[in-house]
């Protein structure tokens, strides 16, 4: 686990993230504090990409969505989701709502709840253990 300050001139903002490595090289990133925020990528150069694309589009949702109930979507039904499309669906059908979009992640909320959680814009991409392990965490 390392630990990154990502910060830009001027008027950005500074947040802390967390990044993890993995056992293939690639990475899996959460920003703290904003619990769902979360990235993946396969070089540390584009993790830092990623996670700022992911904070700043979770920023953009301050309140969750008012438009739909529900939200329940529980950890052990994310075992078997392993591409951004399979989560986006399962969210989408357990009532989530897109919320925010970023060049590389779609932000989604609930109604009634302080959660977001960040999926990879692209629906092929193949979720890594670690992505998928922070997004479980949510539900348990």
């Not at 302080?114 to 348990?140: A, H, M, Q």
Request: proline share 4%; with cysteine; hydrophobic share 45%.
């Amino acid at each position: 686990m390392m630990n990154a300050i990502m910060s830009e001139p001027a008027d950005a903002q500074e947040f802390d993230v967390i990044v993890h490595p993995l056992d293939d090289g690639s990475y899996w990133a959460e920003v703290d504090g904003l619990p769902g925020c979360l990235t993946q990528a396969t070089s540390y150069t584009d993790i830092l990409t990623r996670v700022r694309d992911a904070h700043d589009a979770c920023l953009l949702v301050l309140t969750p969505a008012l438009t739909a109930e529900g939200g329940g979507l529980k950890a052990a039904s994310l075992k078997d989701l392993h591409t951004a499309g399979a989560l986006a669906g399962a969210l989408l059908a357990a009532g989530w709502q897109i919320a925010a979009q970023g060049r590389y992640h779609i932000v989604f909320t609930t109604l009634g709840r302080d959660e977001r959680i960040s999926v990879p814009t692209d629906p092929e991409t193949i979720l890594n253990d670690g992505y998928l392990g922070g997004i479980r965490r949510l539900f348990e």
